[in-house]
């Protein structure tokens, strides 16, 4: 039984409670039930843990402020409300500052780099291509920015861009996390191939070919020749008998090595000059070399190398002398063998620690290419190696690598990304968005690289150092980042000026929501709600308005009007801050169930999250709340799950998926439903790492293979993908091959024929066994398919029987059978039994709008808008209709 906390708390606001020093609990009318009972028993847990606690080094980026300090003493009341750290306040809510380029206006800005993209050369165009991936950068949707940068890596011209780009898209998949890849993987294609990248040269076209790659060591069978076969002959008796035919010999030591001085003299300007020129070894047939401080084996190489132009059968120390020679007599073509030759040994960590030095000293630019191109698609676990940070974060190393061409904007854009997912406050992190800085050109290169490092520094509470970047982002024509400058105004205590800079901007721009929101924060009362409002209403998706006016309410002991506040978001815009906010209240509100839901969620979302204040972690409250809940077993969980995904209420199934795999964490099959309903919420990443997660714990490679297909699908690779189903379906038939290979094919214009291919692939997954989940899902595809290709029976009768097995998504489909029968009626009815099943019921409510007349269809459509504004069609609707 759960109980109302405000029952009895007319005469005291709640925010009283907890603004002192010492947070004082609610305490509800008295109750004598069990289940207060057992809320005593989770809040003695609780109040022993935050203790234990209380040292923890991780923040929660929730509701903590750089200043803020937890409560050292905490008095729990007996009435069972769960609230170890007290009730969230207004004081300690802050929005984060974006570390994307932000713009005032979006369309205008695109449309801009869109036409530099079009006004360069085809060959010029992937630094554009780089800004627009930074553009992209701050939007919600992966897929626009991971096209931009198979772009910039497609019109990559030289070796060093290709590779750092080419590392980049792997990153996105975060390969690094699969079981037994490795870092030198290929994917199949050129674009991230990592021998196809060592290729100079401006090749967009084939980019997306089948590479040539060999699963042998690249080493093994490398030859360099500049000539055809026969004449790069390199057998034995071949070297004797050009010895033996020649007219001068280098002396090292009591060693000679027979050379044809012509040959010897073709390597370089050094050698011909001093073989042919009027110095005394000129005149001489035997040159004493001891000098030099070259062994036998190099010279002999070099020899072998001014007949053949070959290095096969050296050894790789040999080699690495070679190349020390090649530079000391500016032998360049020997000098590029060595170089491509090496380059090809790098295949693992210790080959590259070890050769990229060699490199830098002798300015080998393939040889740090290929050693580059490891650690880059070995992050971000690469940068725990002391020397790879060196050599990345220090000026000297930087200094390093630009000498050799491999210091460029895009490297250390790239470093800085990962640095600041990783753990935005440390000093790697500081170190390489100065390189960054160092490396940034005019315009939007300094925009970014300024604003980023203002905003760790700000992070840092390093707010004087946090202005003057910032402040260098404005100069560099960066609007957004006067957002930061007011902020590390407001952190100095300049509160009335942060409020005038934020005034001024919104007077001289036209207004954007992120500036009333920023205003926001600089005044009180009326005017903050109103800014507040005005932030909501140009920019439905800013967290931080819907958050502040929830605990606004609960300040004003409106817990239900706090519930609903935060529910707004919820519903179209999941994220860990929101959901830990609602599951606060539902814990005031003693209903632990809900709680636990969302806690369960939140860890879905991001398995590490810190609760109150950061202080616990989420894992710790699942377990202080399962005694205060109905306990589940397997089974029941199963129906749970199929009661929720039935009633489309994918943050409910998220949780019952979050308890079965702490059941069972091996289970690839949840891992695998877990990544589904997470795409279904617009949370891309934390789908990518369900999928990986999966495949990680598959029991056989056929189920491997899909689990790889859908990462390679969903990061772009389509045809990869197939590739992947397709080895998988000729292992062993199953459901989820067919159904990806299916899905995979339906997406691109369906001729008849293709139809008819993917209709037998979906009638094949339906002959597999599986659950009921999965084959609603498929029998819903299948008649989308009958539809295209007019089959309206067909059709109906698959979505018909979805709808038997649960599958309540299948109306919306039943709907459009209707319609295009010319049953209208049918069609709304059909739609608003969706609407009544649905949790989640925007997309209903939209679609019902075609099904009826004009007024009720303005209707739908409002309601529509009100649950999801980031629904397109009712603004489009309400444009033309106007």
């Keep these: 039984m759960q109980h109302n906390i405000f029952a009895t708390m007319r005469s005291m606001n709640i925010i009283d409670g907890c603004k002192g020093t010492q947070v004082y609990a609610i305490n509800p009318s008295a109750t004598t039930t069990t289940g207060s009972g057992i809320g005593e028993k989770l809040l003695q847990q609780l109040h022993e843990h935050m203790r234990a606690q209380a040292l923890r080094t991780k923040s929660n980026r929730t509701f903590l402020p750089p200043t803020f300090t937890p409560p050292p003493e905490v008095v729990l009341s007996d009435a069972g409300s769960l609230l170890p750290y007290g009730l969230p306040i207004t004081d300690l809510l802050e929005p984060k500052i974006d570390l994307s380029l932000m713009s005032v206006d979006f369309v205008g800005t695109l449309a801009a780099v869109h036409r530099r993209i079009e006004d360069r050369p085809q060959f010029d165009r992937s630094d554009a291509f780089l800004e627009q991936c930074a553009v992209f950068r701050g939007l919600s949707d992966p897929k626009l920015f991971r096209r931009s940068l198979r772009s910039a890596r497609q019109h990559a011209v030289d070796v060093h861009a290709k590779v750092v780009l080419a590392a980049w898209l792997r990153y996105e998949r975060r390969e690094d996390e699969l079981i037994g890849s490795s870092s030198m993987d290929c994917s199949g294609r050129n674009l991230e191939c990592p021998r196809a990248t060592l290729a100079p040269g401006y090749e967009p076209e084939s980019v997306y070919d089948p590479c040539a790659c060999t699963h042998a060591r690249a080493g093994d069978d490398y030859e360099m020749t500049i000539e055809n076969d026969e004449q790069c002959s390199t057998s034995s008796e071949d070297e004797v008998e050009e010895e033996d035919g020649g007219d001068m010999s280098f002396c090292i030591g009591d060693d000679e090595i027979r050379c044809n001085r012509f040959n010897m003299a073709s390597l370089s300007r050094p050698f011909k000059t001093m073989l042919y020129g009027g110095f005394i070894e000129s005149r001489r047939e035997k040159i004493n070399f001891s000098q030099n401080c070259f062994s036998v084996e190099a010279v002999r190489a070099a020899e072998v190398f001014s007949r053949s132009k070959s290095l096969r059968h050296l050894e790789p120390k040999v080699v690495l002398e070679l190349l020390s020679l090649a530079n000391r007599f500016c032998c360049e073509e020997m000098?590029?063998?060595?170089?491509?030759?090496?380059?090809?040994?790098?295949?693992?960590?210790?080959?590259?620690?070890?050769?990229?030095?060699?490199?830098?000293?002798?300015?080998?630019?393939?040889?740090?290419?290929?050693?580059?191109?490891?650690?880059?698609?070995?992050?971000?676990?690469?940068?725990?190696?002391?020397?790879?940070?060196?050599?990345?974060?220090?000026?000297?190393?930087?200094?390093?690598?630009?000498?050799?061409?491999?210091?460029?904007?895009?490297?250390?854009?790239?470093?800085?990304?990962?640095?600041?997912?990783?753990?935005?406050?440390?000093?790697?992190?500081?170190?390489?968005?100065?390189?960054?800085?160092?490396?940034?050109?005019?315009?939007?290169?300094?925009?970014?690289?300024?604003?980023?490092?203002?905003?760790?520094?700000?992070?840092?509470?390093?707010?004087?150092?946090?202005?003057?970047?910032?402040?260098?982002?404005?100069?560099?024509?960066?609007?957004?980042?006067?957002?930061?400058?007011?902020?590390?105004?407001?952190?100095?205590?300049?509160?009335?000026?942060?409020?005038?800079?934020?005034?001024?901007?919104?007077?001289?721009?036209?207004?954007?929501?992120?500036?009333?929101?920023?205003?926001?924060?600089?005044?009180?009362?009326?005017?903050?709600?109103m800014d507040l409002m005005s932030a909501t209403e140009l920019d439905p998706t800013l967290s931080f308005p819907y958050k502040f006016r929830a605990v606004s309410y609960l300040q004003e002991n409106n817990i239900e009007p706090a519930i609903a506040e935060i529910n707004k978001i919820i519903g179209f815009k999941v994220s860990p801050d929101c959901l830990e906010l609602r599951a606060w209240f539902l814990i005031a509100m003693e209903d632990y169930e809900g709680a636990l839901r969302d806690v369960r969620a939140i860890l879905t979302l991001d398995p590490n999250y810190m609760m109150f204040y950061g202080h616990m972690h989420g894992d710790h409250l699942v377990e202080l709340l399962r005694p205060v809940v109905q306990q589940w077993s397997q089974a029941d969980c199963w129906m749970q799950l199929y009661d929720r995904w039935s009633s489309v209420d994918d943050i409910g199934s998220l949780a019952?998926?979050?308890?079965?795999?702490?059941?069972?964490?091996?289970?690839?099959?949840?891992?695998?439903?877990?990544?589904?309903?997470?795409?279904?919420?617009?949370?891309?990443?934390?789908?990518?790492?369900?999928?990986?997660?999966?495949?990680?714990?598959?029991?056989?490679?056929?189920?491997?293979?899909?689990?790889?297909?859908?990462?390679?699908?969903?990061?772009?690779?389509?045809?990869?993908?197939?590739?992947?189903?397709?080895?998988?379906?000729?292992?062993?038939?199953?459901?989820?091959?067919?159904?990806?290979?299916?899905?995979?094919?339906?997406?691109?214009?369906?001729?008849?024929?293709?139809?008819?291919?993917?209709?037998?692939?979906?009638?094949?997954?339906?002959?597999?066994?599986?659950?009921?989940?999965?084959?609603?899902?498929?029998?819903?595809?299948?008649?989308?398919?009958?539809?295209?290709?007019?089959?309206?029976?067909?059709?109906?009768?698959?979505?018909?029987?979805?709808?038997?097995?649960?599958?309540?998504?299948?109306?919306?489909?039943?709907?459009?059978?209707?319609?295009?029968?010319?049953?209208?009626?049918?069609?709304?009815?059909?739609?608003?039994?969706?609407?009544?099943?649905?949790?989640?019921?925007?997309?209903?409510?939209?679609?019902?709008?075609?099904?009826?007349?004009?007024?009720?269809?303005?209707?739908?459509?409002?309601?529509?808008?009100?649950?999801?504004?980031?629904?397109?069609?009712?603004?489009?609707?309400?444009?033309?209709?106007?």
């Design 335 to 529: 000098k590029q063998a060595c170089d491509a030759y090496l380059a090809s040994l790098v295949c693992d960590m210790e080959d590259a620690l070890m050769l990229v030095e060699y490199g830098l000293e002798e300015t080998a630019y393939l040889l740090v290419a290929a050693c580059l191109q490891l650690f880059l698609r070995e992050l971000p676990g690469s940068m725990q190696c002391t020397s790879v940070v060196k050599m990345f974060c220090s000026p000297e190393g930087r200094d390093r690598l630009a000498q050799v061409g491999h210091a460029s904007f895009v490297l250390y854009y790239f470093l800085s990304q990962i640095a600041m997912e990783e753990e935005m406050r440390s000093n790697t992190t500081v170190m390489l968005l100065e390189r960054l800085v160092e490396c940034a050109k005019d315009g939007w290169e300094k925009q970014v690289a300024f604003h980023q490092l203002g905003v760790v520094m700000l992070e840092r509470k390093e707010y004087k150092d946090a202005q003057h970047w910032f402040e260098a982002a404005v100069e560099a024509g960066h609007v957004y980042s006067l957002v930061g400058v007011a902020r590390a105004k407001y952190k100095r205590g300049h509160t009335y000026s942060a409020y005038k800079l934020m005034n001024s901007l919104i007077s001289d721009h036209k207004p954007v929501g992120w500036m009333y929101q920023e205003r926001a924060l600089y005044c009180v009362g009326k005017e903050k709600m």
């Design 656 to 882: 019952v998926v979050h308890q079965m795999l702490t059941n069972d964490p091996g289970k690839s099959l949840l891992r695998f439903r877990q990544s589904l309903l997470l795409l279904r919420l617009n949370c891309p990443k934390a789908a990518m790492r369900s999928l990986r997660l999966a495949r990680n714990h598959s029991s056989s490679d056929h189920e491997r293979l899909v689990y790889e297909g859908w990462i390679l699908y969903d990061t772009g690779h389509r045809e990869e993908a197939l590739a992947k189903a397709e080895e998988s379906i000729s292992i062993q038939r199953s459901f989820e091959a067919y159904f990806l290979k299916a899905y995979a094919l339906a997406d691109s214009n369906l001729d008849s024929e293709s139809s008819k291919y993917v209709i037998h692939l979906l009638e094949e997954a339906l002959r597999c066994p599986s659950d009921g989940l999965r084959k609603g899902q498929a029998l819903n595809n299948l008649g989308s398919v009958y539809v295209d290709c007019d089959k309206l029976d067909l059709a109906a009768d698959c979505y018909m029987n979805a709808l038997n097995i649960k599958h309540t998504r299948a109306h919306q489909g039943l709907a459009r059978v209707y319609h295009l029968k010319n049953h209208r009626k049918a069609a709304y009815d059909e739609m608003t039994k969706l609407i009544e099943k649905a949790r989640s019921n925007a997309s209903a409510y939209e679609k019902r709008s075609e099904y009826c007349d004009r007024d009720m269809a303005k209707s739908d459509l409002s309601m529509a808008s009100q649950l999801d504004p980031l629904r397109t069609y009712p603004y489009r609707y309400r444009a033309a209709a106007s």
